[in-house]
Structure formats: structure tokens, C-alpha cells
């Protein structure tokens, strides 16, 4: 009974995944599609937790952490570059 929950619930975080997919292509504005983006990846990782509780495994674990610090890191990227236009800024002297 737990893994027929389990497997629905894997189903339809790849739901979740292609619905924000598609707002991700036809987005009608940045911000939409920064939201998307950052969904998509919380999605993905909940999808790799259901796997590792199926399989019975903590060998996801760290992968579910270095993947959540670097969705997180991506999201303050591009919401920086939609709100300045450069993710690195430069001090020019002159």
C-alpha cells in the first residue's frame, strides 16, 4: 500500500515538473518563468526523495542537498539578473 502511494505521488510531481516545464517555454514574463524554474527543481528534488524511500536507500541524501543548494544558488542568479541585467557586478574606476 505504501509503495502504490508512493509511485502516485511520483507520478504526479512529473506532472508538476512538465506543467511548470511548459510555463518555463511559454511564460509570458521573466519572473513567471524564474518561479517555474526554481518550482521545477523543488519538484525534482521531492521526486529523488520518493526514489530514495522506494529503493530504501540514503545514498540520495547528499545528492537531495548539493542539488537544493544549487537550485537555490540559480534562483538569486536569475532573479538578479532580471532585476539588474548582470549577475556579476564590476566596480570600474573612472
Known sequence: MKEIILFIALGLFMVAIFLNLYRVIV??????RAIALDT???NFLSAIAIVSIVLTTTAFLEAILILGILAFIGTIAFSKYIERGDIIERKRNG
Open 27 to 32: 511564460g509570458p514574463s521573466m519572473p513567471d
Open 40 to 42: 521545477i527543481g523543488i
